[in-house]
């Protein structure tokens, strides 16, 4: 079972960039599909980007062209913030999931097993 941790957030000012790691931890971590998700309070929680055992990725609109996934082969997930907005304000958390989801054109997203989460805030 892989085991998920997240550091990186903190407080930036609207245009600013921050970047997102999660250490992987367990077994066969290249046949998962990762993925970052954010909550904000009050909201149901949202898929952000994704990266497929494949190397496929996916993006919300919300953020495509400011986001960026990638990993590495010493077991990290990453998620490079850049132009940040006051909107991006949220717990993001990382995700992990044996199984590939189904990608039909839009975006795609997976996540059966999380981490803590990490508090980015924007502020305007």
């Known amino acids: 079972q892989l085991q998920l941790v997240e550091s990186g957030g903190g407080s930036v000012q609207a245009g600013g960039s921050l970047r997102l790691s999660c250490a992987v931890s367990?077994?066969?971590?290249?046949?998962?599909?990762m993925a970052w998700f954010r909550q904000a309070p009050g909201t149901e929680r949202e898929g952000v980007a994704a990266?497929?055992?494949?190397?496929?990725v996916s993006y919300a609109d919300s953020v495509k062209g400011r986001f960026t996934i990638s990993k590495d082969n010493a077991k990290n997930l990453y998620l490079e913030m850049n132009s940040l907005k006051p909107e991006d304000t949220a717990m993001y958390y990382c995700?992990?999931?044996?199984?590939?989801?189904?990608?039909?054109?839009?975006?795609?997203?997976?996540?059966?097993?999380w981490g803590q989460g990490t508090q980015v805030t924007v502020s305007s």
């Open positions: 995700a992990a999931d044996l199984r590939s989801p189904p990608k039909d054109g839009g975006s795609w997203f997976c996540g059966s097993l």
């Open positions: 367990g077994y066969t971590y290249s046949t998962y599909c």
């Open positions: 990266i497929d055992s494949d190397g496929s």
